[in-house]
């Protein structure tokens, strides 16, 4: 909880043992550092989105707006399950206060390429009116996604994760969708 109120370079590791109820030598002695503690939690976050929320997605959906909704709900169920997680998450989509090793980097990139290839995957392209190309909508529909996101990390920013109230957030993602469906499909 400590880094997703405060962020890597703010979190104090004597409030981290506090909260942990450990003495700061056990820390370092099992973790070395701040650094390599905020490193194991970053691998152990992208082990719960990868096995608790990703692998659930129903790849059988084969409705492109459908699928969105569904992965959306998957992760609100996931957040609510994990909320530490998405919030310590949250402190390195909303800064830039540390640099993760270039594994980490990695199985990240990995881990959003394999979430964009599981929403597109599959889908029936018949949903969509015989005048829309439909790789155009998609990158339109990404490039509006990835601009929805990056706003509402513009919104967030220097916000403690863990005061935030997401369900608005979903509410208007869903409305978004209902926009999407209209604009694309038949």
């Known amino acids: 909880m400590e880094f997703a109120a405060n962020g890597y370079e703010r979190a104090s590791t004597n409030q981290i043992i506090k909260n942990a109820g450990i003495g700061k030598g056990m820390l370092f002695y099992y973790l070395g550092s701040k650094k390599e503690l905020y490193h194991y939690l970053v691998e152990y976050s992208l082990d719960v989105i990868e096995n608790e929320y990703m692998s659930f997605i129903n790849m059988a959906e084969t409705d492109f707006i459908k699928r969105l909704r569904q992965a959306t709900h998957l992760k609100m169920k996931c957040f609510v399950e994990n909320p530490g997680v998405f919030n310590f998450l949250g402190t390195f989509f909303l800064g830039s206060d540390i640099d993760l090793p270039e594994k980490l980097q990695k199985r990240y990139a990995n881990l959003t390429q394999r979430g964009y290839d599981i929403m597109y995957a599959n889908i029936d392209t018949s949903l969509f009116r015989e005048d829309v190309d439909v790789e155009k909508a998609f990158k339109l529909i990404q490039w509006a996604l990835d601009g929805y996101q990056n706003e509402i990390i513009a919104r967030l920013q220097g916000e403690k994760m863990t005061d935030?109230?997401?369900?608005?957030?979903?509410?208007?993602?869903?409305?978004?969708?209902?926009?999407?469906k209209k604009s694309f499909y038949k």
């Not at 935030?164 to 999407?180: A, I, N, T």
């Open 164 to 180: 935030v109230d997401f369900e608005p957030y979903w509410e208007e993602f869903y409305g978004y969708l209902d926009v999407l």
